[in-house]
């Protein structure tokens, strides 16, 4: 798969758990029956997470993607309880797969400061898919 055919957020599930499944337990939710919650729910040696896919949509990576106002209030209130929440998106432009930490996300896309907490390619190995979720545990 190339990394630039990842411009959807079913597509960037598909390539997440054909290359992880292996090694994480996931579950995947319907936002139509829970407004907010995030896309997935991982579990990954024994530790629990989830993660919000997005799709960056401009040329540049020097935007956010956008969440709902429900999205933002399930985060914060996750994430204040000391859920762990993390936020994975594809720029199609570039190849990249950045992570954005759940944790003050409001105050995040507030303060007008663009800066995710990780960047790397669309990995092509094991070993870099597992690298990059063991991030988020």
Not at 14 to 26: M, P
Not at 53 to 61: A, S, V
Request: proline fraction near 4%; glycine fraction near 6%; charge should be positive.
């Amino acid at each position: 798969m190339l990394r630039s055919q990842i411009k959807t957020e079913t597509k960037l599930w598909q390539i997440l758990k054909k290359n992880t499944e292996h090694f994480v337990h996931w579950t995947r939710i319907e936002s139509r029956s829970s407004f907010g919650v995030p896309d997935l729910n991982g579990c990954l040696d024994g530790r629990e997470f989830w993660i919000e896919l997005k799709i960056i949509t401009t040329k540049t990576d020097n935007s956010y993607p956008r969440w709902s106002p429900l999205q933002i209030a399930w985060q914060t209130k996750r994430t204040r309880i000391g859920g762990l929440v993390w936020n994975l998106a594809s720029h199609p432009s570039s190849g990249s797969l950045y992570l954005l930490d759940g944790r003050n996300l409001a105050e995040r896309l507030m303060d007008g400061q663009i800066k995710y907490d990780h960047k790397e390619s669309v990995p092509t190995t094991d070993d870099g898919w597992r690298a990059l979720l063991d991030r988020v545990k």
